[in-house]
């Protein structure tokens, strides 16, 4: 039972380190906007890993609100945070763990640097819209260009509120990445049920499908459920 979800988790992890090579690779093409999806993907992957290895107050106090602000080469990247108190215990305390991880993540040994963020981010952003706080972490342009992807993927046929309506492939850029359904198989002893149909989506150049996280947190329960009701080898199957 664990180890199917360890699996699948470990699946989602390397498909997630396969991408960032490519996003990577991207933006050292000078492309702005990969560079901008990189920092958002990292950011993202090392505030998850973060959470387990830092005591949660730590976490709370000193990683949730870390910002990634540029990696300027393959070997440096610079951190923003909202006060200086934040800046010198972060370097004083955090930085070999904070290293750690992002080693973990990226197999870099990056050098790693912080500044004090020129903007106030409040050290609680409730209240704040999405689109304020998409500004503060990418800027105006950016969010001008997601606004744009977004009205134009409204129009589109296969467009429906409760599906996913990717705008964007963070793999190859491209802005066509119709909802489609997916076949999942299923990791379970029985031989009888073996997938399950999702509504996901795929691009449609790169072929990167894409589905929604709650979608895979149901379907490890649909396995833990396999599990229990065939609980015999595939040969003990009746
Ligand atoms: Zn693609």
Redesign the pocket.
Known sequence: MTENNDDTRKKISEKFERMLPQIWERARRNNEASKTEYMKQLHTKLLDDSRNQFPTSVFNTYLKGLSIVDISSDESIVFGTNSNLKKERLESEYLSLLKTSLKNITHVNYEISFVVNDFDIPDSLEGKSTDELYELAFGKEELARQKELKRNRLIQPDYDESLLNIVE?V??A?DD?PNVSLSIPLKSKNVRIVSVTIKGAR?S????SYYSMQDIDAIHKIEQLLEELYPHNRSDCQ
């Open positions: 492939c793999l190859c491209c990445v691009c150049k790169c072929g990167e």
